[in-house]
């Protein structure tokens, strides 16, 4: 089991900056491919950012491109997401998830019931 637990939500200002983090435990010793999603009050679920175990790969929703990166120190079993220009549509929960399995997650990296493992979430909020 991996448990995952993210951090660094607040009340910020638009065009303000973030970076939240997400740190793994548990049964880490393996490679494993995490994912940010985000849900905002009467909303679903959304994809905002997705990394593969070794960085080479990074995806994006479209709403967040050129805004937002994701990182990940491994060394650290921790997953970033730097958040640059913040608006007040950013506003949600931000959740992080962990999939084991590379092909699921090359295929299904923006599915958030895809993945093995999901963590609680923590707010962030921006004002206008």
């Known amino acids: 089991q991996v448990q995952l637990v993210e951090s660094g939500g607040r009340l910020v200002q638009a065009g303000g900056s973030l970076r939240l983090s997400c740190a793994a435990s548990?049964?880490?010793?393996?490679?494993?491919?995490m994912a940010w999603f985000r849900q905002a009050p009467g909303k679903e679920r959304e994809f905002v950012a997705a990394?593969?175990?070794?960085?080479?790969?990074?995806y994006y929703a479209d709403s967040v491109k050129g805004r937002f990166t994701i990182s990940r120190d491994n060394a650290k079993n921790t997953v970033y997401l730097q958040m640059n220009n913040l608006k007040p549509e950013d506003t949600a929960v931000y959740y992080c998830?962990?999939?084991?399995?590379?092909?699921?997650?090359?295929?299904?990296?923006?599915?958030?019931?895809?993945?093995?493992?999901r963590g609680q979430g923590t707010q962030v909020t921006v004002s206008s």
């Open positions: 548990g049964r880490t010793s393996g490679t494993y491919h």
């Open positions: 998830a962990a999939e084991i399995d590379y092909y699921t997650f090359r295929s299904y990296y923006s599915d958030w019931k895809k993945f093995d493992y």
């Open positions: 990394i593969r175990w070794s960085g080479i790969n990074t």
